[in-house]
């Protein structure tokens, strides 16, 4: 499956990874591997995450408090957040257009 991310999730993604690693040296890893281990679930199973908008659809990171928000068609995965689950809900729905 072909994927892309949408730049400030991409921003978003790398942002936590540093502020994770600052607190604890290799945390921002474990971070980023978790964030990708969640991307292969969504590869793996994209119609089993419930509903995040009309269009997307969310994965809840296991370790850490993110979600992965996404859109997927039969060949191609579109992540559009990598979202602290404490923030404003739907601050990343402007990405959509």
Known sequence: MMRSIHPEADAEFR???EFYDESE?????SFSAEVFA????????PNSWPRSSKRTRRCLCNRFPYSVIYRHTETYLTIYAVAHQKRKPGYWKDRLS
């Open 25 to 29: 040296e290799g945390l921002g890893n």
């Open 38 to 45: 969640t991307i292969d679930r969504i590869i793996d199973y």
């Open 15 to 17: 942002a936590a990874a």
